[in-house]
């Protein structure tokens, strides 16, 4: 196995607006990740990835970026980052910035030039194309509700926009957009950045303008708008022109990336990134109406989903395994238990990431196992995805309630919220009025309160990554299922020439017996790490799982 520090590497990501504000305005900042450094720290984590931190207005929250070379007043100065960066360094951790390139902002002085005139020297910088019988050039959807095209008089004609209006989609066929694109990752790097986890990466190259013939949005995302035919070619040229020249980490996010496509960004041979967040477990329990349209998640393919992805990466590839982030609910709320077991489920959750082979991805909060979240009226959400799909229901005439029910399912200000530092007014994330509501469970569940104590969640992830750092087994060993079929437990078992380890997380609330064949002699078993180490008896041949148990043992 080809070692690299990145495949070791536990990431932190960092969603700066909710994560501790220095000045009052009710705005996480940049200052305030400053303070917080030696909590990062104290994680024990190698790399923070800070969401989006560029010049924005914000429709977004940062994904719709104004100047690339300028840091988002809201967040601080460029001083600021500066310092960041050097603390983070200081530290011996290292900084992977958002790149934000399918797209920018509206007020980006690109797309105030091409909606100027159509020979405007950067109008081919965006994508227009003149309407169809007096509408929009096709039928494609915006992932954030409505048609993907906005008219814009002045020129009579419509620019894609794959996301809100304010977010225009860039022309990656323009090879000065490339070259733009090249010039400001050189930029960061320069600066002295990491490597960048790239947003929407999936679908920068177009592949054609027809219509959509699928009704299911999924469908769209995957045949339509992903994967496009010059992607890996563009993310080759990425590679020669910048990446190759810095030892740096790179990870492509995308919606669409599946089993038959993922291997053209990350196979040694493609030569374009090292990792991708695939959504395999991610969009389960969106329906065919999209994420407002939930359903339940179906255990047996959330199991497959690991399996498969490491089956199709292990011999070309590299996985990032992650269960969360600023886009999905939180992670103890959706696959775990956040009433009677949230604490055992925090945890199992969080030995099922640590013992999964791939780059370890760990969502601010969910360290303390932070919940969902319900506010009461929709005017309490600052999500343009909730905003827009709201405004589309009522559009409808669909029933409002049932919307706010799904929205606290599967709403992104889930993820949102103010981190929990203590129980002090607003969670100690500021000291006005929070840009969105603080969860009302702070006083619970916050930072303060596990700081110290042995059994909290937060002391378990600190475990966890120590865990990992000393059983190199788990970071690069070969992995295997146990039981694929049975109804509540994810069994499988780590291996290499130097250790073999048994990993057993029940997911539900029985006690559940499971037999071990003659490979696992439980007798033998010794526990590395378990979120209740009361195992009961040993028996020969089963073991007995309480609810939500979770244990990691060393096979030999
Ligand atoms: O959450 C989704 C929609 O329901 C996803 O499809 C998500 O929009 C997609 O994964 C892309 O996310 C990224 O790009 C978006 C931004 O809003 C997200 O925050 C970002 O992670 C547009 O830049």
């Known amino acids: 196995m080809n070692k690299k520090w990145w495949k070791e590497a536990v990431v932190y990501q960092v969603y700066p607006r909710s994560f501790k504000d220095s000045n009052g305005d009710g705005v996480g900042d940049l200052p305030g990740v400053i303070e917080k450094l030696d909590y990062i720290k104290s994680l024990g984590v190698d790399v923070i990835w800070l969401c989006p931190v560029y010049d924005s207005p914000n429709d977004d929250n940062g994904y719709d970026i104004r100047d690339y070379y300028d840091i988002m007043a809201d967040f601080g100065t460029m001083a600021d980052f500066d310092q960041l960066l050097e603390g983070i360094h200081q530290r011996g951790m290292k900084l992977l910035m958002d790149l934000v390139v399918n797209h920018c902002s509206d007020e980006h002085k690109w797309f105030q030039e091409s909606r100027k005139s159509k020979d405007n020297p950067y109008r081919d910088y965006f994508i227009w194309k003149p309407g169809k019988n007096g509408g929009p050039p096709n039928n494609w959807q915006s992932f954030f509700s409505g048609n993907a095209w906005e008219y814009d008089e002045a020129t009579d004609e419509y620019y894609l926009h794959l996301f809100t209006k304010k977010q225009p989609d860039l022309n990656w066929e323009n090879p000065k957009v490339r070259e733009e694109v090249h010039k400001l990752m050189k930029y960061w790097l320069d600066k002295g950045v990491d490597g960048f986890r790239m947003d929407v990466i999936s679908v920068i190259s177009k592949r054609n303008f027809e219509d959509s013939p699928y009704k299911d949005f999924n469908k769209t995302i995957d045949n339509v708008y992903a994967n496009g035919p010059r992607v890996q070619e563009f993310l080759q040229e990425m590679n020669r022109e910048v990446l190759s020249k810095y030892d740096v980490m790179t990870v492509g996010e995308g919606p669409g990336i599946n ?35 939930p359903k339940p998640i179906d255990f047996l393919e959330f199991k497959k989903v690991f399996r498969l992805w490491d089956e199709y990466l292990k011999e070309e590839g590299w996985g990032s395994v992650f269960l969360g982030n600023h886009d999905f609910q939180r992670i103890v709320s959706r696959f775990g238990d956040d009433g009677a077991y949230w604490k055992e489920s925090a945890k199992l959750l969080s030995l099922l990431l640590f013992s999964m082979r791939g780059t370890v991805y760990v969502y601010q909060g969910d360290e303390i196992g932070m919940t969902n979240v319900a506010f009461d009226t929709i005017e309490e959400y600052d999500d343009v995805e909730i905003k827009n799909a709201y405004k589309e ?27 929990q530092w203590n129980d002090a007014e607003q969670a100690g994330f500021t000291s006005g009025t929070p840009w969105l509501k603080v969860n009302p469970n702070y006083t619970a569940i916050n930072v303060a309160s596990q700081e110290g104590d042995e059994n909290s969640i937060l002391a378990f992830y600190r475990r966890m990554v120590a865990m990992r750092k000393e059983h190199p087994t788990l970071v690069y060993g070969d992995f295997a299922p146990i039981q694929e079929d049975h109804p509540s437990v994810f069994a499988f078992w780590r291996w290499d020439e130097e250790a073999a380890y048994l990993v057993l997380l029940n997911f539900s609330e029985e006690t559940q017996e499971f037999g071990l064949d003659d490979r696992f002699d439980s007798s033998k078993l010794r526990i590395v790490e378990a979120n209740d180490f009361d195992f009961g008896e040993p028996q020969s041949g089963k073991v007995k799982l309480k609810p939500w148990q979770a244990v990691l043992a060393r096979v030999r």
């Open 259 to 293: 089993l038959e496509s993922g291997l053209q960004y990350v196979s040694s041979s493609a030569e374009a990134l090292n990792m991708i967040f695939h959504f395999g477990h991610m969009f389960m329990d969106h329906g065919p109406g999209g994420r407002f349209d």
């Open 393 to 419: 229901w009522k559009a409808e005439g669909k029933d409002l309630d049932q919307f706010l029910k799904n929205v606290h399912i599967n709403g992104r200000d889930n993820a949102r919220t103010p981190l």
